[in-house]
Antibody
Framework: EVQLVESGGGVVQPGGSLRLSCAAS????????MIWVRQAPGKGLEWVSV???????YYADSVKGRFTISRDNSKNSLYVQMNGLRAEDTAVYYC????????????WGQGTRVTVSS | QSVLTQPPSVSGAPGQRVTISCTGS?????????VHWYRQLPGTAPQLLIY???NRPSGVPDRFSGSKSGTSASLAITGLQGEDEAEYYC??????????FGTGTKVTVL
């Protein structure tokens, strides 16, 4: 079965760090375009970051310099390291697969909740 | 970064047709990038409804259709059903090398 399963969410204090994981099954992460999307409580979807099959990475301005996207081919998994967390980073974080460059996101994980609060 | 603009809400009676607009700019939709649509039920992950402007993934009913023109795109739902009550988002790509989402539209079945 093709699926994505996120983990690693939780409650963290402002300025803290968290690493989210996204385990894939049924397809190979390294040859696909993988994306992180977040959704703050009661708000819309916000793109966070993308890693392309060739290894290029890009970030939303709101997380640039604080978040780092990566993948582990041996574990067929995607990650995002989040440092310097702020209250406005509180959201449900989803990993997803893009059909192609700039394409639709056809597979989504169930999401993992991150709460930044003192 | 850019955001695509959608109406906050649309509504219709069962069986009716509703449309949701998605307005972008010359750096995203107007630059020729494709538009994709998602449906999100409360507490669940978004589901791809339309990709590359007009295409439906396997399993999506043909009641859903998409179109694109200039700097805008639209999602049409015909034969509106109670299960269509959800939040809908459009998505495209931007010349700033970012993915962009619409502001979201709540569809209410009267």
């Amino acid at each position: 079965e093709v699926q994505l399963v996120e983990s690693g969410g939780g409650v963290v204090q402002p300025g803290g760090s968290l690493r989210l994981s996204c385990a894939a099954s049924g397809f190979i992460v390294s040859i696909n375009y993988m994306i992180w999307v977040r959704q703050a409580p009661g708000k819309g979807l916000e793109w966070v970051s993308v890693i392309y099959s060739g290894g290029s990475v890009y970030y939303a301005d709101s997380v640039k310099g604080r978040f780092t996207i990566s993948r582990d081919n041996s574990k067929n998994s995607l990650y995002v390291q989040m440092n310097g967390l702020r209250a406005e980073d509180t959201a449900v974080y989803y990993c997803a697969r893009a059909l192609d460059y700039g394409g639709g996101l056809d597979i989504w994980g169930q999401g993992t909740r991150v709460t930044v609060s003192s | 970064q850019s955001v695509l603009t959608q109406p906050p809400s649309v509504s219709g009676a069962p069986g009716q047709r509703v449309t949701i607009s998605c307005t972008g700019s010359s750096s995203n939709i107007g630059a020729g990038y494709d538009v994709h649509w998602y449906r999100q039920l409360p507490g669940t992950a978004p589901q791809l409804l339309i990709y590359d402007n007009i295409n439906r993934p396997s399993g999506v009913p043909d009641r859903f259709s998409g179109s694109k023109s200039g700097t805008s795109a639209s999602l049409a739902i015909t034969g509106l059903q109670g299960e269509d009550e959800a939040e809908y988002y459009c998505q495209s790509y931007d010349s700033s090398l970012s993915y962009v989402f619409g502001t979201g539209t709540k569809v209410t079945v009267l």
